[in-house]
Structures are given as structure tokens and as C-alpha cells.
């Protein structure tokens, strides 16, 4: 089984982010606006700045995106601010601001938003046609009206950045898609579009299946309305419309962006004020125990499958089965003070460091020994639809019960439809409570923590 292992830059929308707060912050000096703390305004329109744009999808700009979408955009983003803006004369008690002023600078603030919105826009374009920068790999299924405008479009247009590979048109029957499969695992395909008409629901059912067990993603080309659902993602690309089979609010540039913001201030502040000065208590105990490391390091998979270190507060005696197998109930390799720490989450408290590397974050699906992932991936159905997002230190399987041992398959299948439910759902008010509860139950205790 091959996985895809390159994905897509992720650090374009978090730049564009932080010029345009520079933009907003800057300008704010080149107007007398008679601000009487200036520390508390810039602070104040940062913070806004990103929530409008959160709710307003400001930075959700696409590859297929037309231009006059972005203006929009850009008109609702700047009214939302406007209003932030002049709300805060009236919540900061600033009666001696000056209203002209402060009109000057959004009307400033305005023409530079635009004109660096749209710069970077075309000049992504000209960097995805000219210099065949940012390119996906993509195949087509089937043979229609359609499915030939699409093909067109991936070909002539190439400032979308696809990289048309093939054109595949199966017969009835799942052997024919194995032709199929076998080309987007050898050629890194890291799209699907088919046509809805041309497959029946057993071969939709087996190519939804494949790319989830290898971290593709399905798009289909539908032959009419009808067959929306709340779920499906409509898009679309020039005038064909497109239906994304799974939506992952972690894609989206804005969301990776709060989500990596939050995991920074959260695994620095457990590090600074909690780790500093634990750590060097645990490392005497647990020497004291027994000899060897203070940290145990185990290789998992995480985003996109890649293989990461995991640190961990070692809680067993050294084993050179400590790679292969889960700890069980009444495990003799767990030491007296790994009980403890197993039993309170401390063990996984070097993890947050993990998270500060990026290979983690706070919250997400629990990552498995690689022995581990490589046999419930050929045995579990869509288990690999985990890897689409970075793992967590806790997720919501594990606040909903399983957590620990993996007892029988009905354990790995219940933390797996867990986990991809997190991913098609996510919400940093979410993480939020997954968190709360994590404290919760790691003060109560939890059975299947040993």
C-alpha cells in the first residue's frame, strides 16, 4: 500500500495573514486619529482583524477563485472592520477620537488591502502557470460532456495548478478500477475526479474507500442537483460544477493557522510553567527506580503518514518489546511510578514538546505505533482517514471512551469513526472541550488507563 507524502504549502495564507495585521497596524500611525492608548487599539483591531476573518472566510481564496469574488471579500471584510473600528469609541470610553480620521485611515487601509490582495492573487497564478510552481496531480474517471469541458479546463487553464495525468474510462465491475488504482499509487495522483453517471455505487464505494486508505482526495462531477446532500462541498471550476465527497475544516488556511497559533501558546505555556520544573523532579524519581533514560522516544505515524519521534516520561523498565506491543492491564514492565504517571496523563507531558516541533498538536486522533498503523490499515476500513490531519496528545476517541489498549477490533473501529468525525467537524471551540474534558477525567481516573 502506497501513501501520498507531500502536501501542499501551508504557510501562504499565515504570511498573507500577518502582512495584512502589519498593513492595519502601520497606517494606524500616518493619521492623527487622537487614540489615547495606542498599545490597546492596536491589540484590539489584531485580535479582530482575525476573528472577521475567520467568520468571513477572508483568506479562503482559492486556486479556481475568480477575481471578482475577491472584491467580495474584500468589501464585507473592511465594513466588518470599519464597524470594529468605530465600536471602539463607544466601548473604550474614546469620545475625543477623531471620526474623520479614523475614516481616513479604513478608506488608507482599504486601497492597500486590495491592491495587495489582488497582487498576490495573480502573482500566485503566474507562479502556478509560468513557473509550474504548486501543481496537483490529478485523473479523471469517465467519458462525458463534462468530464472533456473539465479535462479542458485542467489543460489550458493552467493558472488553477493541476497537473492533468490521465483520462481513465472503466467498464462495469471493480477489476477495472484496479487499473485505476495502480496508476495513482505509482504516478503520487494526489486527486480523483469522476463522473457520477459512469460509475455504479459499488465502484464509487470501492474508490471512496481507496483514497481514504491512501490519503487521496475524491472529487465527482455531478450530472444534476439532485443528489446534494448538506454534507458535499459544491464548488465551482470556470462553469463546471464540482462536488468535494469530504470536507476537512483543517484544510483550510485559516484554520491550520489558529489551530498552529493555539497549539504554540497552549504547549509553551504547559512547558514554561509546568514541564520546567517537573521534569527534573520525575527524572530523580524515576531514576531512582529503575535504570535507564528519563524520556522514552517510540516512532509513530502522523500527518500524511510520515514517521515522527514521540517522547513520552519513560514508565516501564527498559524492554526491547516496548516498540511492539501496548501496555495491558497488570503489565510487569510498568514501574511503580509509571503507574502513577500513566494513571494521570503525566507520562504523555513530553509530548508537548512534539507539539512545538509541529509533528503534533494539542488535539487530534491519537497516533499509533507503526507496527501498529501498517496492520489496522490493511484490517480497518478507512483507518488511514486519520492521517489527514496532525495527531493529538488527546482526541475526542479518547474522552469518549477509548482510550489506552486496543483490545478487539470493535475498539480501533469505535476510535476510528471518533476520530474521523473530529476531522470532518473540527472547531477550536471543540479542541476546547476536548481539553476540559482530558483534565476531567485524568483527575477522576480512567479504567483503561495502565
Known amino acids: 500500500m502506497a501513501y501520498k507524502q507531500g502536501r501542499y504549502s501551508s504557510l501562504i495564507?499565515?504570511?498573507?495573514?500577518?502582512?495584512?495585521?502589519?498593513?492595519?497596524?502601520?497606517?494606524?500611525?500616518?493619521?492623527?486619529?487622537?487614540?489615547?492608548?495606542?498599545?490597546?487599539?492596536?491589540?484590539?483591531?489584531?485580535?479582530?482583524?482575525?476573528?472577521?476573518?475567520?467568520?468571513?472566510?477572508?483568506?479562503?481564496?482559492?486556486?479556481?477563485?475568480?477575481?471578482?469574488?475577491?472584491?467580495?471579500?474584500?468589501?464585507?471584510?473592511?465594513?466588518?472592520?470599519?464597524?470594529?473600528?468605530?465600536?471602539?469609541?463607544?466601548?473604550?470610553?474614546?469620545?475625543?477620537?477623531?471620526?474623520?480620521?479614523?475614516?481616513?485611515?479604513?478608506?488608507?487601509?482599504?486601497?492597500?488591502?486590495?491592491?495587495?490582495?489582488?497582487?498576490?492573487?495573480?502573482?500566485?497564478?503566474?507562479?502556478?502557470?509560468?513557473?509550474?510552481?504548486?501543481?496537483?496531480?490529478?485523473?479523471?474517471i469517465g467519458d462525458n460532456e463534462k468530464v472533456r469541458q473539465l479535462i479542458n479546463i485542467f489543460e489550458s487553464r493552467h493558472e488553477f495548478g493541476y497537473r492533468f495525468k490521465k483520462q481513465f474510462i472503466v467498464e462495469k465491475g471493480l477489476e477495472s478500477l484496479k487499473v485505476c488504482f495502480d496508476y495513482i499509487t505509482d504516478n503520487d495522483i494526489d486527486e480523483i475526479y469522476f463522473s457520477a453517471s459512469k460509475l455504479s455505487n459499488t465502484q464509487i464505494n470501492a474508490l471512496v474507500d481507496f483514497a481514504d486508505n491512501n490519503l487521496r482526495e475524491v472529487k465527482f462531477i455531478p450530472d444534476n442537483k439532485d443528489i446534494f446532500t448538506k454534507k458535499l462541498k459544491y464548488e465551482y471550476y470556470d462553469y463546471i460544477p464540482i462536488l468535494s465527497i469530504r470536507t476537512i475544516p483543517l484544510q483550510e488556511p485559516i484554520n491550520q493557522f489558529v489551530k498552529r497559533?493555539?497549539?504554540?501558546?497552549?504547549?509553551?505555556?504547559?512547558?514554561?510553567?509546568?514541564?520546567?520544573?517537573?521534569?527534573?523532579?520525575?527524572?530523580?524519581?524515576?531514576?531512582?527506580?529503575?535504570?535507564?533514560?528519563?524520556?522514552?522516544?517510540?516512532?509513530?505515524?502522523?500527518?500524511?503518514y510520515k514517521e515522527f519521534a514521540c517522547y513520552k516520561f519513560r514508565s516501564m523498565t527498559p524492554n526491547k518489546d516496548a516498540h511492539l506491543y501496548q501496555a495491558t492491564r497488570g503489565d510487569q514492565r510498568v514501574t511503580k511510578v509509571g503507574k502513577f504517571i500513566r494513571k494521570t496523563s503525566i507520562d504523555?507531558?513530553?509530548?508537548?514538546?512534539?507539539?512545538?516541533?509541529?509533528?503534533?498538536?494539542?488535539?487530534?486522533?491519537?497516533?499509533?505505533?507503526?507496527?501498529?498503523?501498517?496492520?489496522?490499515?490493511?484490517?480497518?476500513?478507512?483507518?488511514?482517514?486519520?492521517?489527514?490531519?496532525?495527531?493529538?496528545?488527546?482526541?475526542?476517541?479518547?474522552?469518549?471512551?477509548?482510550?489506552?489498549?486496543?483490545?478487539?477490533?470493535?475498539?480501533?473501529?469505535?476510535?476510528?469513526?471518533y476520530d474521523i468525525f473530529y476531522i470532518e467537524n473540527w472547531s477550536i471551540f471543540l479542541d476546547l472541550k476536548i481539553i476540559v474534558q482530558t483534565f476531567i477525567n485524568a483527575v477522576k481516573g480512567e479504567e483503561k488507563a495502565y
Open 348 to 417: 504523555e507531558l513530553p509530548q508537548f514538546y512534539n507539539v512545538l516541533f509541529g509533528d503534533m498538536s494539542v488535539v487530534g486522533p491519537r497516533p499509533h505505533m507503526v507496527s501498529h498503523t501498517n496492520m489496522y490499515a490493511q484490517r480497518i476500513d478507512k483507518f488511514m482517514v486519520r492521517h489527514f490531519v496532525k495527531p493529538g496528545i488527546t482526541g475526542l476517541a479518547q474522552v469518549s471512551g477509548y482510550r489506552g489498549e486496543v483490545e478487539t477490533d470493535k475498539d480501533i473501529i469505535g476510535r476510528v469513526k
Open 261 to 304: 497559533l493555539f497549539d504554540i501558546i497552549f504547549a509553551s505555556a504547559i512547558i514554561v510553567f509546568i514541564l520546567s520544573w517537573l521534569t527534573p523532579l520525575l527524572a530523580i524519581i524515576i531514576k531512582l527506580e529503575s535504570k535507564g533514560p528519563v524520556f522514552f522516544k517510540q516512532s509513530r505515524n502522523g500527518f500524511n
Open 13 to 140: 495564507t499565515p504570511l498573507f495573514c500577518l502582512v495584512d495585521l502589519l498593513i492595519i497596524i502601520v497606517s494606524i500611525f500616518l493619521f492623527s486619529i487622537n487614540i489615547t492608548n495606542i498599545y490597546v487599539f492596536t491589540a484590539y483591531i489584531s485580535f479582530s482583524w482575525i476573528i472577521i476573518s475567520f467568520k468571513n472566510h477572508y483568506y479562503n481564496v482559492r486556486r479556481h477563485t475568480r477575481a471578482v469574488q475577491l472584491f467580495t471579500l474584500l468589501f464585507r471584510q473592511i465594513v466588518l472592520y470599519a464597524l470594529i473600528c468605530y465600536a471602539f469609541i463607544g466601548f473604550f470610553k474614546q469620545p475625543n477620537i477623531s471620526r474623520l480620521a479614523l475614516g481616513q485611515y479604513l478608506l488608507t487601509v482599504f486601497i492597500v488591502l486590495t491592491i495587495f490582495k489582488l497582487l498576490s492573487f495573480f502573482l500566485l497564478k503566474k507562479y502556478r502557470s509560468k513557473l509550474g510552481g504548486n501543481r496537483r496531480n490529478v485523473i479523471v
